[in-house]
C-alpha cells in the first residue's frame, strides 16, 4: 500500500518511503492481512492511497517473510509478512486497487476502478462513491461561525455506482446538487436534527418528463444521502459555498441500496 502520490509519481519503479527508513517495502499476503495492517499503523494518513498487486517474481528484489515488530492485532503468533528490500518496478505490479475508508478514517476495502470512475480520475468518497475535485474559486472565504477560512465554492464531480450509496451526512455549507449524466438519483433530505429522519425526495436525472430535476439545492445542516433509483451509475457534480472542508462533514447512519423490484416511483423532484 502507498499513497497515491506517490505511485503516480514513480519513474519507472516505485520506491516506498519505508524503503528509504526501514531498508524494505512492507507487503501482505491478502486483503485480510492487508486491512490489518492499515487499521493498526496508517490511520493517520489522510491523502489517498492505493494497493498494489506485485508479481514477486518480476521484482528483481529479495522478498523475505519476516514477523512484524510490532505485529498487527489479530496475526497469530510467529505471524510472518512479506517486505520486499528493493524498489517495485512497474512491470512487476499486475494491478492497482484504491483505498476506501470511512468517514472516521478506518480502512474498509481496496476496490478496483473501471469506466467512469477511471476515465475521470475519481477517488473512493468516505461518505460512498468516488469524487474528485474539479474546482474552486481561489478567493478567499472567511466564515462568521468560527470555521477556518476557505474558498468561496468549490465543486467536485461524485459517482455512484450501481449498489452504491451516499450514506446519510450534513455539511455545514449550502450544497447545490447538478446532474451531469447515467441514471436518474434519489436525493433524500432527512431535516436538520440531531440525526436523519427522512422528509423529503428528490429526484436528479435526464428525465425531465417523468419528473427528474436537474439541480437541488441542500441548506446547510440538512441531512442528506442519495443512492441511483435505476441498476446505472449517475454521475453529478457537486458544489458547496462557503467551499468544503473535511473538518464541516458530519456523518450519519449508512443507507442501504436501492431496492429496485419494488420502487415506487416517486414525484416531488423539481
Known amino acids: 500500500m502507498t499513497t497515491l502520490r506517490e505511485w503516480r509519481?514513480?519513474?519507472g519503479a516505485l520506491v516506498p518511503?519505508?524503503?528509504r527508513t526501514e531498508g524494505f517495502a512492507h507487503a501482505a499476503p491478502d486483503d485480510t492481512a492487508m486491512l490489518a495492517v492499515a487499521n493498526a499503523f496508517h490511520r493517520d494518513v489522510s491523502e489517498?492511497?492505493?494497493?498494489?498487486?506485485?508479481?514477486?517474481?518480476?521484482?528483481?528484489?529479495?522478498?523475505?517473510w519476516e514477523v512484524p515488530d510490532p505485529a498487527p492485532p489479530g496475526s497469530a503468533p510467529g505471524a510472518t509478512l512479506p517486505r520486499i528490500h528493493g524498489p517495485i518496478p512497474e512491470r512487476a505490479v499486475v494491478g492497482v486497487r484504491y483505498v476506501r475508508?470511512?468517514?472516521?478514517?478506518?480502512?474498509?476495502?481496496?476496490?478496483?476502478?473501471?469506466?467512469?470512475?477511471?476515465?475521470?480520475?475519481?477517488?473512493?468518497?468516505?461518505?460512498?462513491g468516488w469524487y474528485r475535485r474539479t474546482w474552486q474559486t481561489g478567493v478567499p472565504a472567511h466564515p462568521t461561525d468560527?470555521?477556518?477560512?476557505?474558498?468561496?465554492?468549490t465543486a467536485i464531480l461524485f459517482l455512484l455506482g450501481p449498489g452504491e450509496t451516499s450514506r446519510w451526512?450534513?455539511?455545514?455549507?449550502?450544497?447545490?446538487?447538478?446532474?451531469?449524466?447515467?441514471?436518474?438519483?434519489?436525493?433524500?433530505?432527512?431535516?436538520?436534527?440531531?440525526?436523519?429522519?427522512?422528509?423529503?425526495?428528490?429526484?436528479?436525472?435526464?428525465?425531465?418528463?417523468?419528473?427528474?430535476?436537474?439541480?437541488?439545492a441542500v441548506p446547510a445542516g440538512t441531512w442528506q444521502c442519495a443512492r441511483p433509483v435505476e441498476p446505472r451509475e449517475a454521475l453529478v457534480t457537486c458544489v458547496v459555498s462557503p467551499g468544503f472542508d473535511f473538518a464541516d462533514f458530519e456523518?450519519?447512519?449508512?443507507?442501504?441500496?436501492?431496492?429496485?423490484?419494488?420502487?415506487?416511483?416517486?414525484?416531488?423532484?423539481?
Do not use: C, K
Open 101 to 128: 475508508r470511512d468517514p472516521w478514517g478506518g480502512y474498509l476495502a481496496f476496490e478496483a476502478r473501471t469506466g467512469t470512475a477511471e476515465r475521470f480520475d475519481l477517488v473512493p468518497s468516505p461518505e460512498g
Open 146 to 153: 468560527g470555521r477556518a477560512g476557505r474558498d468561496t465554492a
Open 9 to 11: 509519481d514513480r519513474d
Open 17 to 19: 518511503g519505508t524503503l
Open 48 to 64: 489517498p492511497q492505493v494497493v498494489l498487486a506485485v508479481d514477486t517474481a518480476l521484482v528483481g528484489a529479495r522478498v523475505r
Open 251 to 270: 456523518a450519519g447512519p449508512t443507507v442501504p441500496p436501492m431496492d429496485h423490484s419494488s420502487r415506487a416511483r416517486a414525484d416531488n423532484a423539481t
Open 169 to 216: 451526512h450534513r455539511l455545514r455549507s449550502d450544497e447545490l446538487w447538478v446532474f451531469n449524466r447515467g441514471g436518474p438519483l434519489s436525493l433524500v433530505l432527512g431535516g436538520s436534527g440531531e440525526s436523519p429522519e427522512a422528509s423529503a425526495e428528490i429526484l436528479l436525472g435526464s428525465g425531465a418528463e417523468e419528473g427528474h430535476g436537474l439541480q437541488a
